[in-house]
């Protein structure tokens, strides 16, 4: 059970938007926490995609937007296209006593059809 | 070139320990906390701890205090993940990942993985 709610899996036509949600609470995103988003290919590590927020890392295409709205976060793909094909996933944090620690939503995959 | 390199593919009896390896090239190394996350198969990312590679200090994720060391050697610019009382749901893909500074805190450099199976 993850700390960051992803839904399982999303799918578009080429071409299409896609959304997907990033649900936490008031001890993580709601806090103020950045979000980050990584995409996620077969068999390879995780890559960054959106970094605080909504900042696109230098090589990252435009169609891959992020916005935060209280508990909850977003990633958009617009103009899909087949090599979006993979699994994408939520980070953030939570405050402990030993300080901020990482939550990571449970990762969402998405399909082009 | 900023790189994590980590050790090779390991293979344990349930109840053993599994030690990886996970070494930087190319940027501040004792600069930016190094993290290690491990990813079993077909399920999401787990974040396990953190490591200050100046300090030595450490954060361990709550279900895994007890079993997980985090160390690190400067001189070699390499840290280290120790798993102990190992079992099958240990199983899993761990990998080592930092940040270079220039995109918040967040991930952008990660090493390779290292796929651990706990097996009789």
């Known amino acids: 059970q993850s700390v960051l709610t992803q839904p399982p899996s999303v799918s578009g036509a080429p071409g299409q938007r896609v959304t997907i949600s990033c649900t936490g609470s008031s001890s993580n995103i709601g806090a103020g926490y950045d979000v980050h988003w990584y995409q996620q290919l077969p068999g390879t590590a995780p890559k960054l995609l959106i970094y605080g927020d909504s900042n696109r890392p230098s090589g990252v295409p435009d169609r891959f937007s992020g916005s935060k709205s209280g508990t909850s976060a977003s990633l958009a793909i617009t103009g899909l296209q087949a090599e979006d094909e993979a699994e994408y996933y939520c980070q953030s944090y939570v405050s402990s006593l030993s300080g901020s620690l990482v939550v990571f939503g449970g990762g969402t995959k998405v399909t082009v059809l | 070139q900023v790189q994590l390199v980590q050790s090779g593919a390991e293979v344990k009896r349930p109840g053993a320990s599994v030690k990886v390896s996970c070494k930087a090239s190319?940027?501040?190394?004792?600069?930016?906390?190094i993290h290690w996350v491990r990813q079993a198969p077909g399920q999401g990312i787990e974040w396990m701890g953190m490591?200050?590679?100046?300090?030595?200090?450490?954060s361990y994720a709550q279900k895994l205090q007890g079993r997980l060391t985090m160390t690190r050697d400067t001189s070699t610019r390499t840290v280290y993940m120790e798993l102990s009382s190992l079992r099958s749901d240990d199983t899993a893909v761990y990998y080592c990942?930092?940040?270079?500074?220039?995109?918040?805190?967040?991930?952008?450099?990660w090493g390779q993985g290292t796929m651990v199976t706990v097996s009789s």
């Open positions: 490591i200050n590679p100046s300090a030595g200090g450490t």
């Open positions: 190319g940027y501040s190394f004792t600069r930016y906390y």
């Open positions: 990942a930092s940040h270079s500074g220039n995109y918040y805190d967040a991930f952008d450099i």
